[in-house]
């Protein structure tokens, strides 16, 4: 951990922003409560000394003198008092000057010097009816000695500050730096090929935590996708090569034995058929490639689900009365209405409906539903339905289930359905009970 890095970490600066603030916060407090508690201590030892001026005035010249003889004199905290002739000249009382500067019947600071030492007293000098004049002070020493504990209370104060702050935000700072390591070392086994890798979650600061969480999700996706990319050679391989072992043997059969117009033309005719099942395929992987890269979403409109759907159903009615098939369909008079790509949407419910009528047996049903709060809608059929354990695989592309071995198609149906419903932000759900299965495309809200 280099001091360099730990300076640059946003833990520690936030830390240093916060103390430092917090530390002049103290200060400020600091400076009030000292100047606040000089202010106080100075009132009342002013007002002492104004009281007791009052009291010594009240009374007789005797009195009076035999309690300024007994009054303290220097000691620590101690109250001299003095009377003074007309004259100036110290009558009774402790060994201080007349002041001759000092205002009468107003407090004022005295200093005087003894032992080396500078004494200050809070006093104030008034005349008597008998013209002399008494001088009542109280010693500063006490607020003094207040003000001398309260500058070292501060100053330990100050310097605890300061070293907590310090100490936090190099702590602060290196939990940060703690999280990018963790987060870069992640980062770097993602970048060297390990797409499984996750950026850290615990332990990590709630700014960051959100960031991660979005970032996961990415690389979700983008492992899932790389999957598919990774397996999509593979897939095209396998799925194409029966149908160009065919096309390839029909055309060297026509060059070793066909003889005649009408041979070449059968053997041409199949091979066509053979080469747009090839087309059918590429076509559909395209369609799906242009879903996901969802660059259709800007001519999305209003559309009526209801409408779509019954298109839908006119177009697969004659193959299911062929296979004696039952739909029932019916709609609401009110209009269902979403946003989205009409094209679209009418192909993800041509595909349902195609795997509908594909896997229900004769004299089946297929039941189209329509919701309107949510808006969306719903195809089932009592056909042989998916297994538990392949109804999220049949999503991937080439994807088909052990029950539909025997039956036309590509395994592309589903996928493009689903590519379809994320370009929608739609939910898609498959669900199979113990006959049938039943799909459903639901949006968010009305549009």
Not at 395 to 417: E, H, P
Request: charged fraction near 25%; glycine fraction near 8%; include cysteine.
């Amino acid at each position: 951990m280099r001091l360099r890095d730990l300076r640059r970490t946003s833990g520690f600066r936030v830390a240093c922003l916060f103390f430092a603030t917090f530390g002049g916060a103290s200060l400020a407090l600091y400076g009030f409560l000292y100047i606040d508690t000089r202010s106080y201590g100075r009132t009342a030892a002013y007002e002492w000394v104004r009281w007791e001026t009052k009291h010594l005035r009240s009374l007789p010249s005797r009195s009076l003198i035999e309690r300024i003889e007994v009054s303290e004199d220097f000691a620590e905290g101690g109250r001299p008092l003095v009377l003074f002739a007309p004259d100036g000249s110290r009558r009774a009382g402790a060994k201080i000057d007349f002041p001759k500067t000092a205002p009468l019947d107003r407090p004022f600071p005295l200093t005087q010097e003894k032992d080396g030492n500078r004494l200050v007293f809070f006093s104030e000098i008034s005349r008597l009816p008998s013209g002399d004049f008494l001088l009542v002070s109280r010693s500063a020493r006490e607020l003094q000695a207040l003000q001398k504990a309260l500058v070292e209370t501060f100053a330990w104060g100050i310097f605890g500050t300061i070293a907590i702050g310090l100490v936090g935000s190099v702590i602060f700072g290196a939990g940060s730096l703690r999280q990018n390591a963790a987060i870069t070392s992640a980062v770097e086994r993602i970048m060297r090929g390990d797409l499984s890798e996750r950026l850290p979650t615990r332990g990590v600061s709630a700014d960051l935590a959100h960031l991660t969480r979005v970032v996961n999700d990415m690389l979700d996706q983008l492992e899932r996708l790389m999957l598919e990319i990774k397996g999509v050679n593979e897939n095209i391989a396998h799925d194409l090569r029966t149908p160009l072992t065919r096309v390839m043997a029909s055309l060297e059969r026509s060059l070793r034995s066909v003889d005649t117009v009408e041979g070449f033309r059968a053997v041409n005719e199949d091979s066509l058929g053979d080469v747009k099942e090839i087309v059918a395929r590429f076509s559909a992987l395209l369609r799906i490639s242009e879903m996901e890269d969802r660059l259709r979403r800007s001519g999305f409109t209003d559309i009526d689900l209801c409408r779509i759907l019954d298109d839908a159903v006119e177009y697969y009615g004659p193959l299911a009365v062929e296979k004696r098939i039952t739909i029932e369909w019916k709609c609401a008079n009110a209009p269902c209405l979403v946003e989205g790509d009409r094209s679209l949407v009418f192909e993800a419910a041509s595909n349902l409906l195609d795997n509908a009528v594909k896997f229900t047996p004769r004299n089946g049903r297929i039941k189209v539903v329509v919701f309107y709060d949510p808006p969306g809608f719903a195809v089932e059929d009592n056909g042989c339905g998916i297994p538990d354990d392949e109804i999220s695989a049949v999503r991937d592309r080439y994807r088909r289930g052990n029950l539909t071995r025997g039956k036309a198609g590509f395994g592309i149906g589903l996928s493009l359905v689903d590519s379809i419903a994320r370009l929608h932000n739609v939910t898609f759900e498959l669900a199979s009970g113990i006959s049938g299965c039943r799909a459903t495309l639901q949006w968010s809200g009305p549009a």
